[in-house]
């Protein structure tokens, strides 16, 4: 049984939890383990971190400690490329092992955090991670949890972990850069500075960057050369807009890869289309992507660089939030 006595008559006795203290140096952590035994010394330091009661005793039969709640779920909770800290005050840290993609089972997110007493958050999904980075936290809310609710937890977590982080490969990429003005030397090129820099992020081995005209024909049979190099992705840039002289969209599509997307909710990168001819994917790119940092391109291309199988509805959940 569990009682809540005065400090000074714990003396002795086993401390049931870590006990954490925020100093007026700055210091946050753990000041007393769970298991210390109070001494007469420790009586004012606990009356100096708001301590002037604390519990003892044992847990009954049916009940689970914050530590174990946690321990027993710990190991399913994460996949490939993660690792966890040890329990401290009552919780975890799960950080990434390698840099690449981080990605969440929302179903069975939700579904824990739906239990009760558990409380486990975490990053974005899909968001880019380096090596070290923390990725979630987990840890139940009371002192104490009820043993039912830890093991649907463990049912739960049956299904599959929640979170893994797939590692970023080293693909290669084939790069057409399309429109008559850039060609024939009317304006200056801006998108091979833009796909360098994008590109270099994930150490990508670059075939090469076609310069050519509005040409269909052309652009197909570019498109086959870098495909016959082994081209685990192809990049189109111009003529991606409704014009009709923006030929690009017909070009990818006369590849005959099949198409996922051309058009997403988001921007900007409204045009973004996105198809898939065997193990090639073809993206093509917007023109949004030269002035701004961050659009549906930057969103997207990580996710084919961590070897994910993209789907139409991948690209339309993103529209809650896809105002950039």
């Known amino acids: 049984m569990i009682e809540k006595i005065r400090v000074e008559d714990a003396v002795g006795l086993p401390l049931l939890h870590d006990f954490t203290a925020i100093m007026e ?9 769970k298991g210390h035994v109070v001494e007469e010394s420790d009586i004012e330091v606990l009356k100096d971190i708001g301590k002037d009661h604390i519990y003892v005793g044992e847990l009954e039969e049916d009940q689970v400690h914050e530590e174990d709640a946690i321990d027993e779920i710990s190991d399913n909770l994460f996949g490939a490329n993660i690792e966890a800290s040890d329990v401290s005050e009552g919780k975890i840290n799960l ?16 579904k824990i955090n739906e239990i009760g007493d558990y409380t486990i958050t975490c990053k974005k999904s899909y968001t880019k991670v380096e090596e070290g980075d923390r990725l979630a936290g987990a840890r139940i809310v009371p002192l104490w949890t009820e043993r039912r609710q830890v093991e649907r937890a463990k049912e739960i977590l049956e299904a599959g972990p929640i979170f893994e982080v797939k590692e970023f490969k080293k693909l290669k990429v084939g790069c057409i850069i399309t429109g008559d003005e850039v060609y024939y030397g009317r304006i200056k090129d801006a998108f ?3 796909l360098r820099e994008k590109l270099a992020e994930f150490g990508a081995e670059v075939l090469g960057y076609e310069f050519l005209p509005d040409d269909e024909d052309r652009l197909v049979a570019t498109f086959e050369k870098f495909k016959e190099e082994g081209a685990d992705l192809v990049i189109f840039t111009g003529g991606m807009s409704v014009d009709p002289d923006d030929i690009t969209p017909r070009a990818i599509r006369e590849t005959h890869a099949e198409v996922i997307v051309q058009g997403i909710p988001m921007q900007p990168g409204n045009m973004l289309m996105v ?29 084919v660089f961590a070897g994910i199988d993209l789907k139409r509805e991948d690209f339309l959940e993103i529209a809650e939030g896809g105002l950039l």
């Not at 140096?25 to 383990?33: I, Q, S």
């Not at 840099?99 to 997110?109: E, Q, S």
């Not at 193990?279 to 030269?290: E, F, H, K, N, Q």
């Open 25 to 33: 140096d700055g210091f946050k952590g753990v000041l007393f383990k």
């Open 192 to 194: 091979r500075p833009v």
């Open 275 to 303: 198809a898939r001819l065997g193990d090639t994917y073809l993206m093509g790119v917007p023109g949004a992507s030269i002035h701004s940092k961050v659009t549906s391109f930057d969103f997207f291309l990580p996710r």
């Open 95 to 110: 950080t990434s092992k390698v840099k690449g993609l981080f990605v969440i089972d929302r179903t069975l997110l939700r």
